[in-house]
């Protein structure tokens, strides 16, 4: 994507006036969305978000700059700009890149491609939608609105440090989301579905696209002709599938170092102590193949890993970054992200989980005297300091 003589010249310039490291991100992302509203398409847009990230650390200061022209006179004026912004405590300690040509990462591609999604016109994408748009519409008179829509892309990457890194990556990934409106003369309610894929178009040719619409409805209506939830401190049994929502939300946000290296969240200095039920096990696998979450490596270059954060109720792992991971004394664990080239990258989640138990469901259900049974999850919220969400 660039030439790596540019690229050390970049880092080098980078770390002119002092730091300790320097970090290029590039990114080149093809991008596709289709929105129908109603049966009718009501946006299609494409294009492609192309651009560079430089980031540069002194101790625990960082900073980050950003540009979409990569020319060898903009990126070298951007790495001097930056270098002058960090206000640098270290001038005159230049660091010196210790390597003469960077090591290129060698990555195994763990999520097969079978049909990239650039190669599928835009009538199919759209003919999809309205499938789905049908099907929700004639489960019942109530429904009165559908939005279908469509995303996909295909994002390639490079990550070079002055640690000597050069690592390339493509990710292509594709979503589709399905909602329903349910109406009655007092009230609305939503049912929605978005399944995604860090797979090619496969994904949706393998997907009961009728199913998505019909139950996307389904969840619509069901909402609508419901009786108010009871309200009171009872036990939740949450069908198979969908605890990791809940997980993501009240206890993996406050996993993430962006919390942890700030003392911001509630598991602080709580490594290795019972935090959970000791037949709690929960889990983010970024290398799971073709999972939403996945990638190969991470967005500053870490391979991915599978992290057991909870143990048997026992906290073992947080999930970090490098920046934060050096304010925690902890390394990176493969948990980096950015929202695209303009964004320094933080620890987030990949794909959350909790593992199996042994007791098998019906036994979980006869031994519950009185509680809610959770079929399905959507999202939620949490704060990390405190835990408390909704």
Known sequence: MLNPVLVKDILNEALALGGDFSELFVENNRKESIIMRNGVIEESVSGIDYGCGLRIFDGFNCVYAYTNDTSEESLIKLACEASKALRN??????????????????????????????????????????????????????????????????????????????????????????????????????????????????????????????????????????????????????????????????????????????????????????????????????????AWGSCNIDDEGNNMQKNILIENGILKSYLVDRLNGKKMGMSPTGSSRRESYKYAPTSRMTNTYIANGTTPVKDIISNTEYGLYAKKMGGGSVEPATGGGG
């Open 89 to 290: 405590t270290n001038c005159g300690k230049i660091k010196i890149l210790n390597f003469e040509n960077f090591n290129k990462k060698d990555i195994y591609n763990i999520h097969k491609i079978s049909i990239p999604p650039f190669d599928i016109q835009k009538k199919e994408k759209a003919d999809m939608l309205r499938i789905a748009h049908n099907a929700s519409k004639e489960y019942d008179t109530l429904i009165t609105q559908t939005v279908d829509s469509y995303a996909g892309s295909v994002q390639n990457v490079l990550i070079a440090n002055s640690d000597g890194l050069w690592a390339e990556d493509t990710r292509t990934r594709g979503r589709m989301m399905a909602q329903a409106i349910a109406s009655s003369e007092t009230e609305k309610q939503v049912g929605y579905l978005g399944p995604g894929s860090l797979s090619g178009f496969e994904f949706f040719k393998n997907m009961d696209i009728k199913e998505l619409g019909r139950e996307s409805a389904r969840i619509a209506v069901t909402m609508l002709k419901a009786d108010l939830c009871p309200s009171g401190l009872m036990p939740v049994i949450i069908d198979n599938g969908f605890g990791g929502v809940i997980f993501h939300e009240a206890c993996g946000h406050s996993l993430e170092a962006t919390s942890v290296a700030k003392g911001g969240s509630v598991f602080c200095d709580r490594l290795n102590s019972q935090i959970a039920n000791s037949c709690v096990t929960a889990i983010d696998d970024g290398t799971i193949p073709n």
